[in-house]
């Protein structure tokens, strides 16, 4: 099985999301037992935004002459695209950044939310183009944003769920540790709330 492993935080493998999204995958080699996981890696913090010749090709109702990977981000458009579609599963790594998701992030979805290549746009609205596949998030937050205790909102749920849906993932499931700038204990009671709802999750799949 491919899977495709997205790091979102400026902290990578030190950050909380990161530690959450091993504790995902971990899950999912047990699940699959002697047969091996194919991971590909991707930091999104790495990618350049999408540019000038990117607005002007899907800003065309139809592609533009020369083909749609010739200049500018196009092409990494293209290969993130491509390499999306060759994973069976996607597991996502992100921080919360002023209650949404982090820069990296939105680069990567500007990138592979493109319209005629993995959505179409009809009179009835945006059709996704991509297979659904199974998507697993592993978010991680300053402050609480569910629950009784919760301080501030959340902007990166509703917004990441619409946005796989638009290429047709909508088998979407997240995980979260929030409170991260809080206390040790806190935090400690917040992995394990995490940690009880993945044994879950993956308990019901098996």
Request: net charge neutral; with cysteine.
């Amino acid at each position: 099985m491919n899977l495709l492993h997205i790091a979102c935080s400026p902290r990578g493998a030190q950050s909380e999301s990161y530690r959450l999204s091993l504790e995902i995958i971990a899950h999912m080699e047990k699940r699959h037992g002697e047969t091996p996981l194919a991971i590909e890696k991707l930091n999104a913090g790495t990618l350049a935004h999408v540019d000038v010749e990117y607005a002007d090709a899907v800003g065309y109702r139809v592609e533009p002459p020369g083909g749609p990977f010739d200049p500018g981000s196009l092409s990494q458009s293209e290969q993130l695209i491509r390499t999306l579609e060759n994973a069976d599963t996607l597991v996502i790594a992100t921080p919360m950044h002023n209650y949404t998701v982090p820069s990296g992030l939105k680069a990567w979805i500007d990138h592979v939310v493109r319209v005629r290549r993995s959505f179409r746009s009809t009179p009835q609205g945006k059709v996704g183009i991509l297979p659904d596949r199974p998507v697993f998030v592993a978010v991680s937050s300053g402050g609480r944003y569910s629950g009784e205790n919760a301080r501030q909102p959340d902007f990166l749920t509703p917004y990441l769920k619409a946005a796989l849906a638009t290429i047709g993932l909508k088998d979407v499931t997240f995980f979260s540790v929030e409170g991260t700038a809080l206390d040790n204990e806190s935090v400690a009671a917040s992995r394990r709330l995490a940690s009880r709802a993945m044994a879950e999750h993956f308990e019901v799949m098996t």
